[in-house]
């Protein structure tokens, strides 16, 4: 148990252009979602986390009109890097967090997006 | 002071060795602690958690934790090739507005030779 998917895992796109990453706990609800990048050799870094039916809480320095983020449903979380420029090409992770103990975290597979 | 720190290696041993893994944390408040094994181009996939001091064994892998010491150790037994990849520690606080948050280390870079 515990399995999240992540659509697309790799994705090339057109500076200016929009991309739509989409997280799915596939047999689990997760009331809370994060969304993570990841730059080479560098360890995640969380940008929001996202609360079913709420707006995202972004960390510091992510800029939410850029990084819009919907959670729409306990299985499905959104992430959508708008006029993407080719300094957000990165590794996009997200979680999905099971209640109980420490609220574990399940990580999808994460998302490349190299925008040209 | 970072809040999570590990020696990003990498760290070599022979196959069928024991591989040890350190993480050291700066804030006492934090709760729980987690080490994640991340392969190349992966998302990291949760191996094991820990909340209370001492031991705690899942076949091959124990995780360690000293809350007084403020560290937590992943020790690998019978290391094998396929445990090669990056291991990340990642501590959950338990304070304020931030509960659920993880907080990850840069990770250490395994390397199980055959």
């Known amino acids: 148990g515990a399995v999240v998917s992540q659509h697309p895992s790799w994705v090339i796109c057109k500076s200016g252009t929009s991309v739509k990453i989409e997280c799915r706990s596939l047999?689990?609800?997760?009331?809370?979602m994060f969304w993570y990048r990841q730059f080479p050799k560098q360890s995640l870094m969380l940008m929001a986390t996202?609360?079913?039916?709420?707006?995202?809480?972004?960390e510091q320095g992510v800029e939410k009109d850029k990084f819009l983020i919907n959670h729409a449903s306990l299985t499905l979380s959104t992430l959508t890097v708008t006029s993407a420029h080719p300094e957000d090409s990165s590794f996009y992770i997200c979680?999905?967090?099971?209640?109980?103990?420490?609220?574990?975290?399940?990580f999808g597979p994460g998302t490349r997006l190299t925008v040209l | 002071q970072k809040e999570v720190e590990q020696n990003s290696g990498p760290l070599s041993v022979p196959e069928g060795a024991i591989a040890s893994l350190n993480c050291t944390y700066s804030?006492?408040?934090?709760?729980?602690f987690m080490w994640y094994r991340q392969y190349s181009r992966k998302g990291p996939e949760l191996l094991m958690y820990?909340?209370?001091?001492g031991n705690k064994e899942d076949g091959r892998f124990t995780a360690q934790l000293n809350k007084a010491s403020q560290y937590v150790s992943l020790l690998i037994r019978d290391s094998q090739p396929s445990d090669s990849a990056t291991y990340l520690c990642?501590?959950?606080?338990?304070?304020?507005?931030?509960?659920?948050?993880?907080?990850f280390g840069k990770g250490t870079k395994l390397s199980v030779k055959p």
């Open positions: 804030n006492s408040a934090f709760q729980y």
């Open positions: 820990t909340y209370s001091s």
């Open positions: 047999d689990f609800q997760a009331t809370t």
């Open positions: 990642a501590i959950q606080g338990g304070y304020g507005g931030s509960q659920g948050n993880l907080i």
């Open positions: 996202s609360n079913e039916g709420s707006k995202a809480t972004y």
């Open positions: 979680s999905a967090a099971r209640t109980g103990a420490g609220n574990t975290q399940y």
